[in-house]
């Protein structure tokens, strides 16, 4: 048979291997610009800032970009308060502000923000007259933006922008 010397070699060879294996499944780094929620068995364990971080062997990092972020809406067919049909297509600006609620409030942010800003445009140019339109964009505009902030809100989103873009009249189109 071997020698028993080999044989405790070739354990302590495999119990630092296990050990290295470990630490590099439980190291995780967080970029500047990001948050990490951990996870333990889908229950919440906390947050991790940017940098090197260890975490439990059975953890799960999921990372939340905290940069402002533009989502395109494409453009949705509305009626004015007139009854005039128009086409109006707006871009998003938001930044998580808070991760978990990212994260657990709602199943998927950017698909949220994108229905709740095709309700917002929908509620705001139905309440305005079609001649009335290009010179209260603006106020639309905003309008459509607190709407949308206070949906978000609950989310953990904070809305920084919002700009449509309205092509008129869907009369006149092809």
């Not at 291997?17 to 364990?45: D, Q, W």
């Not at 459509?144 to 006149?172: C, F, H, M, P, Y």
Request: hydrophobic content about 50%.
């Amino acid at each position: 048979m071997s020698d028993p010397s080999t044989a405790l070699a070739v354990v302590g060879v495999v119990v630092v291997l296990t050990a290295m294996l470990m630490l590099v499944k439980c190291a995780t780094t967080i970029r500047p610009y990001e948050v990490g929620i951990v996870t333990i068995f889908g229950s919440y364990r906390g947050l991790l800032n940017p940098g090197l971080a260890f975490v439990h062997p059975l953890a799960q990092v999921q990372r939340v970009d905290l940069r402002v972020q533009a989502l395109e809406i494409p453009s949705i067919e509305a009626a004015s308060r007139d009854g005039h049909p128009i086409r109006v297509a707006a871009t998003v600006s938001f930044k998580v502000v808070e991760a978990p609620k990212a994260i657990f409030e709602v199943q998927d942010y950017r698909a949220s923000i994108a229905m709740a800003s095709h309700a917002a445009l929908r509620s705001v140019f139905g309440q305005a007259q079609m001649a009335d339109i290009p010179s209260q964009l603006s106020r639309l505009n905003a309008l459509v933006r607190e709407q949308l902030a206070a949906a978000a809100q609950g989310w953990g989103i904070s809305i920084e922008a919002v700009e449509i873009r309205w092509t008129g009249s869907t009369l006149n189109s092809p």
